[in-house]
């Protein structure tokens, strides 16, 4: 299987802090995406980084990406309260429309 | 705009019945989705149509099946419910990706399915 694994699978940080988050997949990928869930919604689109690129900025997330190393790094900043969420990756491989998501990293930002 | 829609938001059934999940999209996308999603896990993909007419089997096909209807519409049909298939579905749509368009998928609010 193609899906990506999370690490840390929860995190409990204090509002202004840093959060990151990390995200490992198995085989070759046309881009990763990062999601955002809110407990009992749908999933939020966050961010998309090509394979081609190394580092993407959407402000106040940083999104890393290492193919070599088939991981990538997810960066909340000065982390709110309302930032509290399960944060998942999903690759999306050759076939451009099949996306494979990971198990998430439950982030919890305490005021 | 309405987004992505589904129905119902919430379903019991027993053992052996069948139902469909609806699904609809306003945003003119020509790829949908359908997922499930088990208590504390990511979402699993259990069929997905890259364009009107086509569909195709994703990790977990079995016991599903779906009807792209229309550009709009996608749904999922359960013909024998199992207490396996308890689990939160969601279904999602997206462009097809080009090297010029992004193909973030768009989300409904869930189906909540429980089978006794």
């Known amino acids: 299987s193609q899906q990506g694994e999370e690490d840390p699978q929860a995190l409990s940080i204090q509002e202004g802090e840093n959060a990151t988050m990390n995200c490992s997949y198995k085989?070759?990928?046309?881009?990763l995406q990062w999601y955002r869930q809110n407990s009992g919604r749908g999933l939020v689109h966050l961010i998309l980084i090509r394979s081609n690129e190394r580092e993407k900025h959407s402000g106040r997330l940083r999104v890393t990406l290492d193919t070599s190393k088939k991981s990538s790094s997810l960066l909340i900043t000065a982390s709110r309260a309302a930032d509290t969420a399960s944060y998942f990756c999903a690759t999306v491989e050759g076939n451009f429309n099949k996306f494979y998501f990971g198990s998430g990293t439950k982030l919890n930002v305490k005021p | 705009n309405a987004g992505v829609t589904q129905t119902p938001k919430f379903q019991v059934l027993k053992t052996g019945q069948s139902m469909t999940l609806q699904c609809a999209q306003d945003?003119?996308?020509?790829?949908m989705y359908w997922y499930r999603q088990d208590p504390g896990m990511g979402l699993r993909l259990i069929y997905y149509?890259?364009?009107?007419?086509?569909?195709d089997k994703g990790e977990v096909p079995n016991g599903y099946n779906v009807s792209r209807l229309n550009k709009r519409e996608f749904s999922l049909r359960l013909e024998s419910a199992a207490p396996s298939q308890t689990s939160v579905y969601f279904c999602?749509?997206?462009?097809?990706?080009?090297?010029?368009?992004?193909?973030?998928?768009?989300f409904g609010p869930g189906t909540r399915l429980t089978v006794l």
């Open positions: 945003m003119n996308h020509n790829s």
């Open positions: 149509s890259a364009s009107e007419g086509t569909t």
């Open positions: 085989t070759s990928i046309n881009n």
């Open positions: 999602a749509s997206s462009e097809i990706w080009t090297r010029k368009r992004h193909n973030e998928q768009f």
